[in-house]
């Protein structure tokens, strides 16, 4: 039986910032229209009690609850709030390690922040994740490991820029990746993504970080990824975007097989 909720959608958008664009409500509405499963993360938990007022009524965009790394060193305090609204939520992010120039001055705390958000997601057991990991993919791996065993949680790993080995390990720790058009312009990681599992793949935008074709990105924007996928898997764009949407699937009833519909979204 397919769930009061379920949906069928056109295209996959796993990882947006929607309240980042000025015309946000409006997006809402476009992705509605275009059939697009878009999830839209918070960079902080105070951000998200909007985002979810406003999405409260779309069939297709879905709020994740964040604490962004980046900003951990001034908002650590709200870690709080964000534990206080976890029990409200099914998809949690954007959340995880940037061990980047800019960030790296907080990368202890964030280590700390970011242990607390798995242990929580772990004792809750049926949440979503959407991970950021810049110079930080080991690390993010091993506190997975550590906190979040993969009966406890499911990960998706927004714009993964790990090395080959760092995508093995996440594999076999049951991680998705979300991929977008940015990452498939740079020679070393479209030889990455050709090597993992089609079955692990969902596509984002990153949206409003990413462009094309001279403007920002949206989320139906997907539709030009899902063809360059298809490309570096030589196959069709359009049973591209069949194996996307049973990821998607997949991934959310936490199952090898998939029904049609995506339940429970």
């Not at 397919?2 to 958008?13: E, T």
């Not at 939520?89 to 922040?113: H, I, M, N, T």
């Not at 949440?127 to 993969?150: C, D, F, N, Q, W």
Request: charged share 20%; aromatic share 8%.
């Amino acid at each position: 039986m397919i769930a009061a909720n379920a949906i069928s959608p056109r295209w996959v958008d796993f990882h947006c910032h929607l309240d980042l664009y000025p015309n946000h409500e409006e997006l809402i509405a476009q992705c509605d229209k275009e059939e697009v499963a878009t999830l839209t993360v918070t960079t902080t938990p105070k951000a998200w009690i909007r985002n979810a007022e406003l999405a409260s009524r779309s069939r297709y965009v879905r709020v994740a609850l964040g604490l962004h790394p980046q900003l951990v060193s001034t908002r650590s305090a709200e870690l709080l709030l964000w534990k206080e609204l976890l029990p409200l939520v099914r998809y949690v992010g954007e959340v995880g390690l940037d061990a980047g120039p800019l960030y790296y001055r907080s990368f202890e705390l964030q280590k700390v922040v970011f242990a607390e958000q798995l242990r929580a997601c772990a004792d809750a057991g049926d949440k979503v994740l959407t991970i950021h990991s810049v110079r930080a993919a080991g690390t993010v791996l091993e506190m997975l490991e550590e906190y979040l065993l993969p009966s406890r949680g499911r990960v998706v790993l927004h714009w993964f820029t790990g090395s080959y080995s760092d995508a093995r390990l996440a594999v076999d720790l049951g991680c998705y990746f979300s991929i977008n058009a940015d990452m498939l312009r740079n020679e070393r990681h479209r030889v990455t993504i050709s090597k993992l599992p089609l079955s692990r793949l969902l596509t984002e935008t990153d949206g409003p970080f990413t462009s094309l074709g001279g403007r920002t990105a949206v989320p139906r924007d997907v539709a030009t990824t899902v063809q360059s996928l298809a490309e570096v898997f030589k196959m069709g764009a359009d049973e591209l975007a069949e194996a996307i949407r049973a990821n998607l699937a997949r991934l959310l009833a936490g199952l090898d097989t998939c029904p049609t519909h995506v339940a429970g979204y």
